[in-house]
């Protein structure tokens, strides 16, 4: 199979059998509460923290081990070791997201819906725990039409590791996939995925996030809401 796809059907939605989403920052606007849930965390270590919320995804976002360093060198007066307060953060987090109302991304609710009526295969491949899964997906009720979640207790290394992808492919047995990310390691792990998969495979990893950041020259989209163009343009382009 070329890894080129094929553009004959009228819509791009048919030139694929699996539609990959990450979750936090991709479906859901979950991001904030990690924010909130990392400051609250080092505020009971009594450490103040003072980063807004862009300074803390153009961090978090580069991966765990970035958002470690980052957190030891800024602020030295931590002593609690990094898992003990990784396991802090969590806890907290978990209060956060069961508390507080989680509303899909802007281009979501119709993508899905649009997806459902194609009676396309649908996963969810997330570094977030199934407890923290299960309480979104209770706030926002629609996520519930996707069939298959892959969450961090199903594959062993994390994003930008391809493991949780890998997994996500060999389970429903793709041969032309589509993944979606929001940060830089999510999409890294989307590129490692892709570089792994069989010759007789294809996945096409899209960036969705209101910033280019340095997405190009992959396909980057500012929101779900411009899809339906964009990818149309994308295979035209790329598959005359």
């Known amino acids: 199979m070329s890894t080129c796809l094929s553009h004959r059907s009228a819509s791009w939605i048919s030139q694929f059998d699996l539609f990959l989403f990450d979750l936090d920052?991709?479906?859901?606007?979950?991001?904030?509460?990690?924010?909130l849930a990392y400051l609250e965390a080092l505020d009971q270590e009594g450490v103040h923290c003072n980063w807004d919320f862009q300074t803390f995804c153009s961090i978090a976002h580069q991966g765990a081990d970035h958002l470690k360093e980052a957190i030891a060198t800024q602020f030295p007066t931590l002593?609690?070791?990094?898992?003990?307060?990784?396991?802090?953060?969590?806890?907290?987090?978990?209060?956060?997201?069961?508390?507080s109302p989680v509303t899909t991304l802007p281009g979501v609710d119709s993508l899905l819906k649009t997806l459902q009526s194609h009676r396309c295969s649908i996963a969810v491949v997330t570094h977030s725990k199934q407890e923290h899964v299960l309480a979104i997906r209770h706030h926002a009720p629609l996520l519930n039409m996707i069939p298959t979640w892959i969450t961090r207790e199903d594959y062993l290394n994390p994003k930008p590791?391809?493991?949780?992808?890998?997994?996500?492919?060999k389970t429903l047995q793709s041969r032309r996939a589509i993944g979606f990310e929001d940060s830089k390691r999510g999409f890294?792990?989307?590129l490692a995925a892709r570089e792994l998969v069989l010759p007789t495979q294809t996945l096409l990893p899209v960036w969705v996030h209101p910033e280019l950041q340095?997405?190009?020259p992959h396909l980057h989209l500012k929101s779900f809401e411009e899809i339906h163009d964009r990818m149309?343009?994308?295979l035209k382009r790329s598959c005359p």
């Open 161 to 169: 590791a391809p493991d949780g992808y890998l997994h996500a492919l």
């Open 188 to 190: 890294m792990s989307l």
């Open 214 to 216: 340095d997405a190009a």
């Open 232 to 234: 149309d343009q994308y």
């Open 25 to 35: 920052g991709t479906l859901v606007d979950t991001e904030p509460l990690h924010h």
């Open 79 to 99: 002593k609690t070791p990094w898992p003990s307060f990784y396991k802090k953060k969590q806890h907290t987090y978990d209060g956060i997201v069961r508390s």
